[in-house]
């Protein structure tokens, strides 16, 4: 316990202290004024809008930048897909790993497009070397550059007034790739591999056991159906093993940015568990700062850019008190452990419930405390790397990872969408205050009128109806309920977090779900899109209407957006919402499992 205190103290103590530092860098780099240390990299920059016929001079309009947006994230998915389907023909593919199947490609090429990350497969037998690092690593970083940039041109629709454009995507997108993730990936890229974390393109290695192991398996026919004896069981067959194939690949590049970009897909199946990816403890705890560090520094960026870093560190504290409110949930449920296990004498420490707490899942070298603090923090960020199986959560830790999506990863979130989905909650709460006393909302300066709010609906509403409305599909639909291997209650729980996480693009799983068939693949790929882009494209119509607005002068009337007073409102209308939206659902999944424990106290 005093360890993961210790932790989570020093976390957010490092976390809070680069925020300004790192936040007055990006804010150079969107304003154009590059910091010596990058500043060499320019006529690359400048080369790239030549060779693509880029005017970066020209300004969009609001709908020009949300078109680019759309056709570059098309063309991501088609390229994804294509390469997936190819890889068999292709090279750096040691393994000689055939062309993935075209519903698991389709659900992926969404996936890493949409910043979700969500993983049907298992990476280290499906994917080959130039499908991990030419379709997924270059997708990690242009996801994360593409939230980048609409959220700077959200906050340029805040700073400018009387003005019809909020930038240009092609710059914002460049400049978020060149000077900012692809630095710090680098940098954090040979700081992994300097703990140990694998990077190469060399075969699979193969290691003798000690001693030989044997299982049973079914026999297949030709056509990959079980086979049957005249009675009707499956007949199966012997296997022995005596060797273990230990995966290899380049890790530690796509490690970096997977939690910088706040992507979260890991090369190997067992994600940030797995030693190759995540080795020591220097390594866990520079992964989740990396995870936080972008939608940090965004709050001051946004302060500075409007002119008063106030409102950024307002925004940063409500991020901040929400977090801590929920893990603190988190790490006291795992530390209680399982009721029922002191029920039935596994732990004769009945007082305490198991001594350990709930260490079903986590790895023994991370213990509790930072397990815990991994898991609401890949939640809250959009991120879902996990270094612990979520589904063997105490029904109250798991409630904590589903709620920090639900609430629309505003968390500090991903990098970019994080922001800009609190920005849309802000207007939410003036608009809000604004009913209590009969004035006009107003912020930043700026009237929220009914076009805004409008827009403002369909941001929040459009992905807890993706998310209830898919849930809802899946439990009825015999495609659905066919891979929901855990019945009841917790069943249920597993279905509502994968549409909560493919809806809000978080990537993590409650991973008892079969989710590799072409039910899932289809229906959260759609919930994927949709709740990527029809986020997006209302957030850039409100930096359009913003942008060409007058800016207003202060008056006594006008709602103070940087003290105690708007953080309480804000948290309070992120939790109204949330609380409204998914309690019933939420009823009937995490909150049975947690009533159904108490008959073992």
């Known amino acids: 316990m005093i360890n993961g205190l210790f932790q989570i103290a020093l976390y957010l103590g490092v976390l809070l202290a680069l925020a300004k530092p790192m936040g007055y860098y990006m804010l150079r780099v969107y304003e154009g004024k590059l910091p010596a240390l990058v500043r060499w990299m320019q006529p690359a920059e400048n080369l790239f809008y030549r060779l693509c016929g880029v005017d970066s001079k020209q300004e969009m309009r609001w709908t020009q930048y949300a078109l680019a947006v759309l056709w570059f994230s098309l063309l991501g998915v088609l390229a994804v897909y294509a390469i997936q389907r190819l890889q068999g023909w292709l090279p750096l593919n040691p393994q000689g790993f055939g062309a993935v199947t075209p519903d698991s490609s389709f659900n992926t090429a969404l996936s890493f497009v949409t910043n979700t990350n969500w993983q049907g497969y298992v990476g280290e037998t499906t994917m080959s070397y130039l499908t991990q690092v030419v379709a997924l690593t270059v997708q990690n970083f242009f996801s994360a550059a593409t939230s980048m940039a609409v959220v700077i041109a959200l906050i340029r629709g805040f700073a400018r007034h009387t003005t019809e454009t909020i930038g240009n995507f092609w710059v914002d997108m460049t400049r978020s790739t060149l000077y900012i993730l692809l630095p710090l990936s680098t940098v954090l890229a040979l700081v992994l591999v300097s703990q140990g974390v694998v990077q190469n393109f060399s075969e699979y290695k193969n290691a003798l056991l000690m001693e030989s192991m044997s299982y ?4 297949l026919d030709a056509s990959g159906n079980p086979l049957k004896d005249a009675s009707g069981n499956a007949v199966t067959e012997k296997i022995v093993v005596n060797k273990q194939s ?10 970096a940015i997977k939690e910088l970009g706040t992507n979260g897909g890991g090369f190997f199946n067992a994600n940030s568990a797995h030693p190759f990816e995540n080795p020591t403890p220097l390594a866990n705890f520079l992964e989740m700062l990396a995870i936080f560090l972008i939608p940090a520094a965004l709050c001051y960026t946004f302060g500075t850019m409007v002119g008063d870093t106030r409102q950024g560190w307002a925004i940063l504290v409500a991020m901040t008190l929400l977090f801590v409110c929920f ?7 795992e530390q209680q452990g399982n009721p029922a296990f002191a029920a039935l004498g596994v732990d004769q420490n009945i007082s305490a419930m198991q001594s350990g707490g709930n260490m079903e899942g986590k790895e ?3 213990g509790i405390g930072a397990s815990a603090l991994w898991a609401a923090a890949t939640t809250s960020a959009s991120n879902g790397s996990v270094n612990s199986m979520h589904d063997s959560y105490t029904p109250l830790g798991g409630l904590v990872t589903m709620v920090m999506m ?49 827009m403002v609906a369909i941001a929040i509403l459009m992905t807890p109806a993706l998310v209830l409305l898919g849930t809802a599909i899946a439990v009825m639909a015999s495609g659905g309920k066919a891979t929901i291997f855990n019945p009841g209650a917790h069943g ?9 996480s493919a809806a809000n693009n978080n990537g993590s799983a409650f991973a008892g779900l079969g989710a590799n068939t072409p039910f899932y693949n289809g229906w959260l790929g759609f919930a994927m899109w949709f709740g990527r882009f029809a986020v997006i494209v209302p957030v ?5 209407s913003l942008a060409a607005k007058k800016r207003l002068t202060q008056g006594p009337g006008t709602l103070p957006t940087h003290g105690l007073l708007f953080v309480g409102l804000l948290v309070g209308t992120v939790l109204l919402v949330g609380a409204l939206t998914y309690v019933p659902a939420l009823a009937l999944g995490p909150v049975v499992e947690h009533l159904m424990l108490w008959p073992g106290r």
């Open 364 to 366: 023994t070298r991370y």
């Open 492 to 500: 249920f729980s597993e279905v509502l977090y994968a549409f909560s």
């Open 327 to 333: 893990l603190a949930v988190a790490e006291y449920a």
């Open 216 to 219: 049973d398996q079914p026999k």
């Open 246 to 255: 230990i995966a290899m690949g380049p890790v530690a590049s796509q490690e």
């Open 406 to 454: 639900q609430l629309g990863e505003v968390v500090f979130g991903g990098t970019g969408s994080g922001l800009y989905g609190m920005l849309v909650f802000a207007m939410m709460a003036v608009f809000i205050a604004g009913l209590m006393i009969g004035r006009t909302p107003e912020y930043l300066g700026k009237k929220i009128e009914a076009f805004d709010m409008k």
């Open 540 to 544: 850039l119509a409100i930096a359009g």
